[in-house]
């Protein structure tokens, strides 16, 4: 993730769109699953201390592919 917020604005955009996202989720540094999918939720929580957290939720349109 970039700091300056850009993968999250993408990610918000597909959800409002409806489109898909390409994904690589990782296992260790080398080895990923890759697939693409639907952003189905996006829950951002502020704590009292100012932490902002934002969990998706996917919805993967056919078979991952493992490296």
């Known amino acids: 993730w970039g700091a300056d917020g850009t993968q999250q604005g993408a990610l ?10 390409a994904l690589r989720l990782y296992v260790n540094a080398s080895n990923y699953y890759s697939g693409t999918a639907y952003v189905v939720k996006q829950s951002p929580a502020a704590t009292v201390k100012g932490l902002v957290e934002i969990e998706y939720g996917f919805q993967g349109t056919g078979a991952l592919s493992y490296t």
Not at 13 to 20: D, E, N, R, V
């Open 12 to 21: 918000q955009t597909a959800h409002l769109a409806g489109s898909t996202v």
